[in-house]
């Protein structure tokens, strides 16, 4: 039988107390022994677990991001409604500049005279389209285009826009397209 080792262990005369032990012999130095507690089970941690916890905050950010990009969207809608709202007001203006000042007929078919004037700050040039229609708007029997260059702001000129379509009795003349384009480099005329 081998030695145990030099320390405190259950002193083999009464297992209430520790006796030591010095590597040889058994010494006069006791010690009472500390009462074991009876083992029981660890209570089950509150709380979730690491995987849980995971998938929480995965869900969190998803739903943060899922509420940033609906607000990014809404966003991203606004600023295309005011801009459509821009264009349209600008293409209001354009239209403004322009006017039908005759509506008749000449050799070669339906004319529409037109009146421009520039109520810009820039020089600029026009494109137009007008179309001939019935005087209820109902038949559309042709359409006419002019292109007005270099019109200094302040400026009126005229133009014609003409349809090689020859009238087929009443008609009228509508303006369906003005744009209004800044000249940089014309020369006017």
């Not at 677990?49 to 905050?57: F, I």
């Not at 239209?95 to 005279?113: H, Q, R, W």
């Not at 006419?144 to 009228?172: I, W």
């Amino acid at each position: 039988m081998t030695a145990p080792d030099p320390g405190w262990h259950p002193d083999p005369s009464n297992p209430q107390q520790l006796r030591y032990w010095d590597g040889q012999q058994w010494t006069d130095h006791t010690a009472p022994a500390q009462p074991q507690a009876p083992t029981q089970p660890q209570p089950a941690k509150s709380g979730m677990s690491g995987g849980a916890k995971a998938l929480l905050v995965i869900g969190i950010v998803l739903a943060v991001g899922l509420v940033g990009c609906g607000a990014l969207v809404a966003l991203i809608a606004t600023a295309a409604d005011e801009a459509d709202e821009a264009i349209e007001e600008e293409q209001a203006r354009e239209a403004e500049d322009v006017e039908i000042s005759e509506c008749t007929t000449d050799g070669a078919g339906m004319l529409a005279k037109l009146t421009v004037t520039n109520n810009s700050s820039k020089r600029s040039t026009y494109s137009v389209d007008v179309t001939f229609e019935s005087p209820d708007g109902a038949t559309q029997y042709a359409t006419g285009f002019t292109f007005v260059d270099a019109v200094e702001p302040g400026q009126t000129a005229t133009s014609d826009a003409h349809s090689l379509t020859e009238a087929p009795g009443e008609f009228e003349c509508r303006i369906v397209s003005v744009e209004r384009m800044e000249d940089v480099g014309g020369t006017g005329g």
